[in-house]
């Protein structure tokens, strides 16, 4: 049983959410002319959300993250992406002589050592390159979700970053079950190891199957506290959320 088999339901509610996420790009693409962007992991909310940007010709690039850690079947969705909507991903790596200064002085493994250098090295690989993702450009668009964590329960539809930035998170509202039903209805593309119970991918070595009743963000660093917040700091969020 894959993914869609598994989750992929109608429930109340569905299509004012999805109206509500449509609204939403449609602001925000009308409000950042030329200065907005998708940032996906490419994960499933992610291809949701590409989805929905080139179904309603919306003028809004996708943009994503390659850690140099990243699973094969994740790569693999950068063509299909172009295969399906003909948009070319923009991808955005690490310095490679930070990387390796990084690997030289700590080992392949370190983000295992401590939450601090597991932290570095999200930094490292995530946080530096993110910021030139980001340059030039005054607003985001992610596939945050109030049931993906704890942490993320109090994520508003639009928001503040650290740096000013405005944060617009479409689907806050939806559940796990109106991911994979519009994934069903569309034909998402999507990635394979979501299929393989993992319903929050990241880098290879930080990313595992979770087991049922775990959160959704168990399978990220999970050998750190269940205390700790499964972030990488990519989604600082410290400022007052705006109105939606």
Same mark, same amino acid.
């Given at each position: ?46 291809? !949701? ?9 919306? /003028? ?42 990084? !690997? ?14 597991r932290q570095q ?38 928001? $503040? ?25 569309h034909d998402v ?22 087991? !049922? ?25 410290? $400022?007052?959320?705006?109105? /939606?």
């Open positions: 049983m894959n993914a869609v088999e598994r989750h992929a339901r109608a429930t109340p509610g569905f299509e004012q959410r999805l109206q509500q996420a449509v609204t939403l790009l449609r602001q925000a693409a009308d409000a950042h002319p030329g200065r907005i962007v998708q940032t996906t992991s490419l994960g499933v909310e992610g291809m !949701v959300i590409t989805d929905l940007i080139a179904r309603h010709g919306l /003028a809004i690039p996708v943009a994503t993250l390659d850690t140099g850690l990243l699973h094969p079947e994740t790569l693999a969705l950068l063509p299909a992406i172009r295969a399906r909507w003909g948009i070319d991903v923009e991808v955005f790596h690490p310095h490679q002589q930070a990387v390796v200064q990084f !690997v030289r002085h700590h080992g392949e493994l370190a983000m295992r050592d401590s939450v601090a250098l090295c999200c930094a490292t690989r995530k946080l530096e390159p993110m910021a030139r993702l980001l340059a030039g450009r005054d607003a985001f668009i992610t596939g945050m979700r109030h049931e993906q964590s704890s942490e993320r329960q109090r994520v508003s539809a639009v928001e $503040t970053n650290d740096d000013g930035r405005t944060q617009y998170n479409p689907l806050v509202d939806w559940t796990w079950a109106d991911v994979w039903h519009y994934v069903q209805r593309p999507y990635n394979p190891l979501h299929d393989a119970f993992m319903p929050s991918i990241g880098c290879a070595p930080c990313t595992r199957a979770v087991a !049922v009743g775990e959160p959704f963000r168990a399978g990220r660093w999970w050998w750190e506290s269940a205390d700790e917040a499964k972030e990488c700091g990519l989604h600082a969020r410290h $400022t007052a959320p705006l109105a /939606a």
